[in-house]
């Protein structure tokens, strides 16, 4: 089959494009406001864009809170997310008002940066510590601008914990980092492939 994604007219249930570029690795983004409210959301979009220096990207489908924050603090953490811990990644992404803290809605542990001052997944096996460096709005082919904001951070400090740690090297097997395949469906970067539905509203 092929379709012009101008006219979307694909003839499918659901859209297939976030499907065919999959798995994705999920970024638990940790922020603070100037409130000092936390805020914890799992982004699908997410990755790596530089080694020297070290930077990571997320990008906000809109202005969510995450996106707030970041401007606001200049700081950001991202929490890797693992098969483990997935149903609390899932229940982190929940649409709460601002100021509502996911990381109690999820039942998890915040854990204070030691170099930026925004709250990381104390749970997960890594996490990183980045500096904002950039937020850019994507250009379309009309010269408009995307609905969506990338946010650029340099990472600054990163923890990793020792039971995960075999031989020099961070072994995946043990971590089993979770990525997003498209639709409602998850990976656990080997064979297992689940299914988990984002929870209401609250």
Known sequence: MFYATDANDHGLRHDPFKA?????????????GR?????????SFFNIVSDLPKIVMFSSSGRKDSLR????????????????LAQKVNASSVAVPYGIDEFAVANLSPAPGRLVD??????????????????AQPKTLDGQYAES???????????????????????????????RMGYRDYCDGG??????????TR
């Open 191 to 200: 064979a297992d492939i689940f299914e988990m539905s984002r929870p209401l």
């Open 149 to 179: 904001y990338m946010v650029f951070g340099q990472v600054v400090g990163i923890h990793i914990r020792d039971e995960v740690i075999r031989d020099g090297r961070i072994d995946m097997a043990l971590m089993r980092p979770i990525a």
């Open 35 to 43: 409130d000092g409210s936390r805020n914890l959301s799992p982004y």
């Open 118 to 135: 925004a709250p990381y997944v104390a749970e997960a096996y890594t996490a990183l510590e980045c500096r904002v460096t950039d937020i």
């Open 20 to 32: 065919i570029v999959a798995p994705r690795p999920i970024g638990w983004i940790g922020t603070k």
């Open 69 to 84: 924050n970041a401007e606001e603090t200049g700081v950001f953490t991202a929490s890797m997310a693992s098969r483990d």
